[in-house]
């Protein structure tokens, strides 16, 4: 096996661990008390493993050509989860910065006031079904440019998902932020009695990653997913389109995120479309005429 038949997002990944392997380093030099922290080590190592199989499994066929491809997108709820693990010592310490700047910018702290100001059922019902349709959007760009025979598109919009959250867990790595639904009393109004709200509240309570709010990778990385389905595959991109929208406000309407945090993950994916779009662009394909037969027993 050579390095030349690792892919830009194999580096990345590579990359990747590195840094949060020091971020561990760091915190166990620093005295953090990091439960089952072993674990974390034999989770990176695994993760290095992996990287280094993808070239070969790309080679074997349509499956492992599929993995290949994909392990870092399947892997992404372990890797947001040793974010929360990794932060879990770092409170409230950074949020006070992030406040300041949210009032200076918006003039207060506007993912507090939003829902409190205007508690409408309807508004919320809408935002809290945006802000579920996370994960649709996340997976759904990629996953409709494979299964349309765009798989060079889906390879470039899984490498620009990737890098956008790449960057923004370095970022919650060593500058943690808990964010609003932490540092202040979640609202209790019509808008948060709601099943979606309640629904939404209880998946945050068990899945959350404290420290990881700015820059706020549901954002960016969802903005990025949209903004390259919209270049490959519009039809698919204008479907992703408005419950992306909603998403943006969602998360600082349903007290998730500052407004700062989506502003700045809208400006991270506003960078990360240009940069990578234009650095690894690929032919914008011709609309696919095959089967999902055909497309799963295709060569890459």
């Known amino acids: 096996m050579t390095t030349m038949r690792f892919t830009r997002l194999d580096w990345w990944t590579l990359g990747y661990v590195a840094v949060a392997s020091v971020a561990l380093v760091v915190a166990l030099a620093g005295g953090t008390v990091i439960p089952y922290w072993p674990y974390l080590v034999g989770a990176h190592a695994l993760l290095i493993g992996l990287v280094l199989l993808a070239p070969q499994a790309r080679a074997t066929g349509p499956v492992g050509r599929f993995l290949g491809d994909w392990y870092p997108m399947l892997l992404l709820a372990a890797l947001y989860a040793e974010i929360g693990v990794l932060t ?3 409170g409230l310490q950074n949020d006070l910065a992030v406040q300041k700047l949210e009032t200076a910018m918006f003039g207060s702290q ?6 409190r100001e205007m508690p409408a059922p309807w508004l919320s019902a809408v935002l809290h079904l945006c802000y579920l349709a996370y994960y649709p959007i996340l997976y759904g760009a990629p996953i409709g440019l494979w299964f349309s025979g765009r798989r060079d598109a889906a390879r470039h919009t899984i490498l620009g998902v990737m890098v956008t959250f790449y960057l923004c867990y370095v970022v919650f790595l060593f500058y943690p932020v808990a964010g609003p639904r932490y540092a202040f009393a979640l609202a209790q109004n019509p808008a948060t009695d709601i099943g979606l709200a309640r629904f939404t509240q209880w998946l945050l309570d068990h899945g959350d990653s404290m420290g990881a ?4 990778s549901h954002v960016a990385a969802a903005v990025v997913a949209t903004g390259f389905a919209l270049r490959y595959w519009r039809p698919l991109g204008l479907g992703l389109l408005v419950p992306t929208v909603g998403l943006v406000l969602a998360v600082v309407y349903g007290q998730f995120h ?8 809208l400006l991270l994916a506003g ?3 240009a940069v990578i779009q234009r ?21 890459a």
């Open 213 to 216: 709010a700015f820059p706020s």
């Open 110 to 115: 506007i993912s507090y006031r939003w829902i």
């Open 271 to 273: 960078v990360m479309l």
């Open 258 to 265: 500052y407004g700062v945090d989506a502003l700045s993950g």
């Open 88 to 90: 879990l010592d770092a």
């Open 279 to 299: 650095e690894a662009a690929v032919p914008v394909p011709a609309p696919a005429r095959e089967s999902v037969v055909g497309v799963l027993d295709a060569s």
